[in-house]
């Protein structure tokens, strides 16, 4: 009996170890047959100095990772972190978000921050950021991308008092940032008053293009950018489908594909023929048996693989796209944070790094299995 109860210890003090020596973030579970582990190199609280932890998107400028967050106090909201060390991330300085920043860019040492106030600038220096301009843009910005010296900008509002929402697409020179002037607009509003439709949070360009989501896949030939106009769409939502009210993210593979995410229904894969770009095909959809859906999708595709991140249930997940019609689970791990928030995705190709954003918690993860 004593025999038995020694065992029973030494039995439960081994467990207990291993449990103890399992990582707090960036274990995977219920790992399938061919699925591995992501590895986990280091994380860093989000938590600003305006008390929030939100990350609406990201971009990586060499060694330094830029935020857009939310401040209120001022002084701080959208952090900007030094990544020269992975395994150590060092928060630099905090960039004023009030409004709140939810598409940034950085280009020659300024940093353009979509808001629902219109389009900032800010002059970066190695410890600090200051205020250029701002170009009041009529509704609440959420996307801006640059092509040359012109910002794309998109933004929503609404009309009167009732819920009826429309997409615009602003063109903006940016030839001076101290000097930011509009140069043309297109609204996107087929709904009548009082209608709810989906709107566009994304905006992507490609070549003479510019790639939007609404009630589907839309593009506008940008070729003068005074005077843009819709050139193809595909109505998903008018053809029986699912509606794109909610869209989380949207990337360009190559020259063909579109990706764009929906947390209702997945990631949209749209085919562009080069002859005919005005018209795009829905390909298939990535869908519930591959994510879990109900939150924010965050994405990035390289080559044939996606890196994803699905905030429902707070899983980084590496996918085989070689056929997008099956897409295969590569890896995976749960990565901290809360639970149906904002996440977010940047690779570094050179490092072949995933930086992974949840509210809360930015995680860099080693990816040099996936890349090439």
Do not use: W
């Given at each position: 009996?004593?025999?038995?109860?020694?065992?029973?210890?030494?039995?439960?003090?081994?467990?207990?170890?291993?449990?103890?020596s399992l990582p707090a973030v960036g274990f995977a579970v219920g790992l399938e047959p061919g699925e591995v582990r992501l590895s986990l190199i280091s994380s860093i609280s989000t938590l600003n100095k305006c008390g929030n932890s939100?990350?609406?998107?990201?971009?990586?400028?060499?060694?330094?990772?830029?935020?857009g967050g939310a401040g209120g106090c001022q002084s701080g909201g959208s952090t900007v972190y030094d990544v020269s060390d992975p395994s150590n991330l060092v928060k630099l300085y905090e960039i004023d978000a009030y409004p709140k920043h939810l598409g940034i860019e950085v280009r020659d040492g300024v940093y353009y921050a979509a808001t629902e106030q219109g389009l900032f600038s800010y002059k970066l220096s190695g410890s600090s950021a200051v205020f250029m301009d701002n170009l009041f843009v009529e509704g609440e910005g959420y996307d801006i991308e640059l092509v040359g010296n012109i910002a794309y900008y998109?933004?929503?509002?609404?009309?009167?008092?009732?819920?009826?929402?429309?997409g615009i697409l602003t063109s903006v020179d940016i030839t001076d940032p101290t000097y930011m002037r509009e140069i043309g607009n297109i609204v996107f509003n087929d709904y009548p008053i009082g209608a709810h439709p989906p709107y566009p949070t994304n905006v992507l360009v490609n070549g003479n293009y510019v790639y939007v989501g609404k009630e589907g896949f839309l593009s506008v030939d940008v070729r003068n950018p005074g005077e843009m106009s819709i050139s193809g769409r595909n109505d998903i939502k008018k053809r029986g489908g699912p509606s794109l009210h909610r869209q989380d993210d949207m990337q360009i593979s190559g020259d063909r594909r579109v990706f764009k995410a929906h947390r209702q229904y997945g990631?949209?894969?749209?085919?562009?023929?080069?002859?005919?770009?005005?018209?795009?095909?829905?390909?298939?959809?990535?869908?519930?048996?591959t994510l879990a859906l109900g939150g924010n999708i965050a994405f990035r595709v390289e080559g044939n693989k996606?890196?994803?991140?699905?905030?429902?249930?707070?899983?980084?997940?590496v996918l085989d796209v070689s056929d997008v019609n099956n897409p295969?689970?590569?890896?995976?791990?749960?990565?901290?944070?809360?639970?149906n928030s904002t996440v977010e995705i940047e690779i570094d190709n050179i490092r072949k790094l995933a930086f992974v954003s949840t509210k809360g918690y930015i995680s860099v993860f080693d990816i040099s299995r996936f890349l090439p």
């Amino acid at each position: 009996m004593r025999n038995n109860l020694i065992y029973s210890s030494l039995m439960l003090i081994v467990l207990i170890s291993l449990m103890l020596s399992l990582p707090a973030v960036g274990f995977a579970v219920g790992l399938e047959p061919g699925e591995v582990r992501l590895s986990l190199i280091s994380s860093i609280s989000t938590l600003n100095k305006c008390g929030n932890s939100d990350v609406f998107d990201m971009k990586l400028e060499g060694n330094t990772l830029f935020t857009g967050g939310a401040g209120g106090c001022q002084s701080g909201g959208s952090t900007v972190y030094d990544v020269s060390d992975p395994s150590n991330l060092v928060k630099l300085y905090e960039i004023d978000a009030y409004p709140k920043h939810l598409g940034i860019e950085v280009r020659d040492g300024v940093y353009y921050a979509a808001t629902e106030q219109g389009l900032f600038s800010y002059k970066l220096s190695g410890s600090s950021a200051v205020f250029m301009d701002n170009l009041f843009v009529e509704g609440e910005g959420y996307d801006i991308e640059l092509v040359g010296n012109i910002a794309y900008y998109i933004s929503n509002k609404t009309q009167g008092h009732m819920f009826n929402l429309s997409g615009i697409l602003t063109s903006v020179d940016i030839t001076d940032p101290t000097y930011m002037r509009e140069i043309g607009n297109i609204v996107f509003n087929d709904y009548p008053i009082g209608a709810h439709p989906p709107y566009p949070t994304n905006v992507l360009v490609n070549g003479n293009y510019v790639y939007v989501g609404k009630e589907g896949f839309l593009s506008v030939d940008v070729r003068n950018p005074g005077e843009m106009s819709i050139s193809g769409r595909n109505d998903i939502k008018k053809r029986g489908g699912p509606s794109l009210h909610r869209q989380d993210d949207m990337q360009i593979s190559g020259d063909r594909r579109v990706f764009k995410a929906h947390r209702q229904y997945g990631i949209f894969v749209f085919f562009v023929d080069n002859t005919i770009p005005t018209k795009p095909t829905l390909e298939t959809i990535i869908d519930s048996r591959t994510l879990a859906l109900g939150g924010n999708i965050a994405f990035r595709v390289e080559g044939n693989k996606m890196f994803v991140v699905t905030a429902a249930d707070r899983q980084f997940k590496v996918l085989d796209v070689s056929d997008v019609n099956n897409p295969v689970i590569l890896a995976i791990a749960t990565v901290d944070g809360q639970t149906n928030s904002t996440v977010e995705i940047e690779i570094d190709n050179i490092r072949k790094l995933a930086f992974v954003s949840t509210k809360g918690y930015i995680s860099v993860f080693d990816i040099s299995r996936f890349l090439p």
